[in-house]
């Protein structure tokens, strides 16, 4: 009997979102919109991130459909102003962007690879259980605060090598 | 009243205690104890203020006729905001700010968990986003009040002080006027008289594990549903609203 742990298992909505970017007839948006990073973490891209759910072209222009990590993100107004950029650069220039919030974001929609990029920019990725230091892998940290330089982290120490890190929160 | 103006009116109630109490959050911002709280209350501030865009947002789409979330948030007087009291009571010392922060955090996390099965499904999105931040910020808050609560003299002291002046202030919490009554019935609004019991056990449990005393009601003060407010939300709006008060239209 394989274990059901170690089975990787996709969020539903997730499954859904790599669907419409897998059958999309517009392949191209998606790709201009994958040179689109992070602003807090350079390293990642919205895609990449779970905040670009959705992004398709008919008569009235580009609908760029996102979703935000926390409510009152302010790296949201950025992010827009990026994607829109990305797009005008390639000459999309009339561009709809609508804000979802439903389904919820969670940081369940990040992928290993995304997770290993966040580590190595040095911001710890989210787990359950185990928070691992990512300048020297430790695991023996402590919190210094629930909140770190944004919402969407939190302020640790690794009790090995001393450094302090951000953790990204498991919401 | 049609449909769309009754549910405005209660989104509204949902955007002015969420504005009104994130900009309360915001003036610990450089102010607070240590540099890390100071980012975790201004981070925490910030979550109640996109919050109270969310539901402006929807409160505009809701009213028409040129109405957004600015002129919801920068045009409207004291009598005209509906934020619960508890909401609007001017920061004071930290303790105070920890437990008027607990006491609404404790209410806020089943309340959102109720919304989110409002037969409203706007109102149900955007409660599923905020229930994860409330989860996180009542875990922060309980920290607080067992940390001041059961520490020096002094704080505990603070604690006891902030206690007996804003428990009055929580009965308005779980009051239910006619338009509540009508959203209740439809299955829109959520009634709080059912989270009533938890919010006490909730508050109970921590208060007892930090050693603090469960105050005796006797007294109760509402009336923020109905634009009957404290001196103070007119300090905080004159604040607030400066800019477009002075510059109307004004944009960054």
Not at chain 2, 129 to 143: D, V
Not at chain 2, 159 to 186: K, N, P, S
Not at chain 2, 244 to 250: I, K, S, T, V, W
Request: hydrophobic fraction near 40%.
């Amino acid at each position: 009997m394989p274990n059901a742990d170690l089975i990787p298992l996709l969020p539903e909505e997730e499954l859904a979102r790599r669907t419409r970017r897998a059958e999309s007839p517009h392949p191209e948006l998606w790709s201009i919109l994958d040179g689109v990073m992070d602003p807090e973490i350079p390293v990642i891209t919205l895609y990449e991130l779970g905040v670009l759910q959705d992004v398709y072209l008919d008569d009235d222009g580009v609908h760029l459909v996102m979703t935000p990590t926390y409510i009152g993100c302010p790296a949201m107004g950025v992010m827009e102003e990026d994607a829109r950029a990305a797009l005008a650069a390639a000459g999309y220039t009339t561009v709809t962007v609508e804000m979802r919030l439903a389904p919820a974001w969670t940081t369940a929609w990040l992928t290993p690879e995304s997770r290993r990029k966040m580590a190595e920019y040095g911001v710890a990725a989210p787990s359950g259980e185990n928070i691992q230091c990512p300048q020297c892998r430790s695991e023996a940290v402590v919190i210094i605060s629930e909140f770190g330089s944004t919402a969407c982290k939190a302020l640790y120490r690794c009790q090995s090598c001393s450094e302090p890190f951000d953790l990204f929160k498991a919401i | 009243m049609s449909d769309n103006a009754h549910i405005a009116k209660y989104v509204l109630r949902l955007a002015d205690d969420a504005l009104v109490l994130g900009h309360r959050l915001s003036e610990w911002t450089s102010r607070a104890p240590f540099l890390e709280e100071d980012l975790a209350l201004t981070n925490v501030a910030l979550d109640f203020v996109g919050r109270a865009r969310m539901y402006y947002q929807y409160a505009a789409e809701l009213t028409g006729g040129g109405a957004t979330e600015d002129t919801f948030a920068y045009t409207r007087d004291a009598r005209e905001f509906s934020n619960l009291l508890l909401c609007e009571l001017p920061r004071g010392d930290f303790a105070f700010s920890v437990v008027r922060q607990f006491l609404y955090d404790a209410f806020a996390l089943p309340f959102l968990r109720e919304l989110k099965g409002s037969s409203d499904q706007r109102l149900a999105g955007i409660a599923a986003k905020a229930e994860k931040e409330s989860t996180y910020h009542l875990r922060r808050g309980k920290e607080w009040v067992l940390r001041l609560g059961d520490g020096t003299t002094e704080s505990h002291q603070r604690m006891r002080q902030a206690l007996d002046e804003l428990w009055g202030y929580t009965h308005e919490l779980f009051e239910v006027d006619a338009l509540e009554e009508a959203l209740i019935a439809e299955g829109i609004a959520v009634d709080p008289r059912t989270i009533r019991d938890e919010w006490q056990q909730t508050v109970t449990s921590v208060l007892i594990q930090a050693t603090l005393p469960v105050p005796e009601s006797s007294w109760s003060v509402q009336g923020g549903r109905t634009g009957y407010h404290t001196e103070s939300l007119g300090y905080l709006l004159a604040e607030l609203q400066f800019m477009q008060r002075a510059y109307p239209g004004l944009r960054w």
